[in-house]
């Protein structure tokens, strides 16, 4: 990725196709110059910042392109923290690159994926955990994939990891003096208060890390695999999850030679929703591809609804079959399907130590009976009693990477501490700790990470 910030990059801001309004966004110190030069109206060298201005765009033999409106932010109080130009023209395809090579014929170099992000990282306007959360936030699909995104960008996961290094900086401080100190035996860090501060940053590390597997559902959606035997109602309930026919319903068993895909919306969490073929012993050979990739699907979801048809299926049965396809870990919910054909149920009767009585759910898919249930027990299993409120979530597998070995330093650092290890030992391990919290904020950082973040950008942020 070019890191020349003496250079003035161009790229088009807006989605491709036609659209009645098209963005193309210049930074660098030639971003007001460079637009000047191919715009006809306001004097856009004399603009004060944060201006809008209506003029023409025009090419080198004075060709009218459109009519624009062209926005003015002066360095540093722009996105990314150096003089910005938005032109704001109509969404065609051609006016958008016209205009993208008029300002390329005039000095500006095409951006790279998330090259206007970086530099606003590289100029100070954001830290690194802040600039992923753009990307997240371009992202977002629901509620909570946009407030975790919002909360990070304000600093959610920077100003604890901020707090914390501080603290510990203040110690380390007083322990490499020490080691300066080395020949004259003198302690400046008390051994019993930096044993405590360790214990607290730890606490609080590994609330952050916990946070992760609800953060990280958040992002990415949560795999919930529907399955079962042949015409349990497997796929009448994604239907009625989905509330649209978007898979064949028939009396035949093994209609669903395949997986089927869809995403669910629920109170803000998505959901990852995979019809499976049904489950049993056959000599079809179409069929038994699609039962091989059922178990593996349920053998990689968070999440599996095990539906049981409860006219035909024996406790004993239904308990074995679920032992034999879930994975370890694997959140299980028992749906006792078409209830309107069976008039007694008692879920206790079919609860385990695997299955509590909460996972057993009676239904009839088919007339949309508990579906609601259904979908509120799906969304409690997905946050597991963690407030969905905190604005200190961990959704970054890199964070929590990073956080992961700084706590591992800290166990390091509060052993060696308690049981009279040498002091250039503790230091090293405060140093590391130090480091690997600064990675997660970008206060530390090697070009291949961020090459790596950024790239993940789109052209034009």
């Known amino acids: 990725m070019n890191k020349n910030l003496t250079s003035t990059i161009a790229a088009i801001a807006t989605a491709q196709g036609i659209s009645g309004i098209g963005i193309i966004r210049v930074s660098g110190p030639d971003a007001i110059l460079i637009c000047s030069q191919i715009f006809e109206g306001k004097n856009l060298m004399s603009s004060e910042a944060s201006r809008m201005h209506f003029g023409k765009l025009h090419d080198s033999n004075n060709k009218i392109i459109d009519e624009v409106l062209v926005s003015i932010f002066r360095n540093p109080h722009s996105y990314t923290g150096e003089d910005v130009v938005e032109i704001n023209c109509h969404g065609s395809y051609y006016i958008l690159n016209e205009v993208l090579q008029l300002l390329v014929s005039n ?54 990891i901020a707090e914390l290094r501080s603290a510990l900086i203040d110690f380390a401080s007083l322990i490499e003096l020490e080691l300066d100190f080395s020949e004259e035996d003198v302690e400046f860090a008390n051994r019993t208060k930096l044993i405590q501060l360790i214990k607290d940053i730890r606490i609080r590390i590994q609330e952050l890390t916990q946070s992760f597997t609800l953060g990280n559902a958040v992002k990415y959606g949560i795999s919930t695999v529907i399955a079962g035997k042949p015409n349990a109602g497997k796929s009448t309930l994604l239907n009625a999850l989905l509330n649209e026919e978007r898979a064949i319903v028939s009396e035949i068993a093994g209609t669903t030679r395949d997986t089927i895909e869809e995403k669910i919306n629920i109170q803000g969490i998505l959901f ?22 059922s178990l593996e699907k349920i053998q990689t979801s968070s999440i599996l609804i095990y539906v049981a048809d409860i006219t035909q ?66 969304f409690e299993l997905a946050v597991k009693n963690q407030s969905i409120q905190n604005t200190s979530i961990v959704v970054n597998s890199r964070h929590r990477s990073h956080l992961l070995q700084a ?32 990675s997660v904020t970008g206060n530390v950082s090697s070009d291949e990470i961020l090459g790596n973040i950024f790239g993940r950008f789109c052209i034009g942020k």
């Open 107 to 160: 000095g500006a170099t095409l951006a790279e994926p998330g090259e206007f992000t970086q530099r606003a990282f590289l100029n100070g306007k954001m830290d690194l955990s802040q600039a992923e959360a753009v990307a997240d936030l371009i992202h977002s699909e629901t509620e909570f994939q946009h407030r975790f995104a919002i909360n990070q960008m304000r600093g959610g996961i920077k100003d604890n």
């Open 272 to 293: 990852r929703l995979i019809d499976t073929a049904g489950i049993r012993t056959t000599e079809d050979t179409i069929e038994k591809m699609g039962v091989e990739r």
């Open 313 to 378: 299926s024996s406790k004993d049965q239904i308990v074995s079959d679920i032992l034999n396809y879930k994975s370890e870990n694997q959140e299980v919910i028992l749906l006792a399907n078409k209830m309107d054909l069976y008039y007694t149920f008692d879920s206790s009767t079919l609860a385990t130590e695997y299955i509590p009585k909460e996972n057993i759910i009676p239904c009839s898919a088919k007339n949309k009976m508990n579906i609601d249930f259904l979908k509120q027990r799906l």
């Open 407 to 438: 706590d591992q330093e800290l166990q390091l650092a509060e052993s060696g501490l308690s049981s009279g290890l040498e002091t250039d030992l503790i230091a090293q391990s405060l140093r590391r700790t130090i480091y690997e919290l600064g």
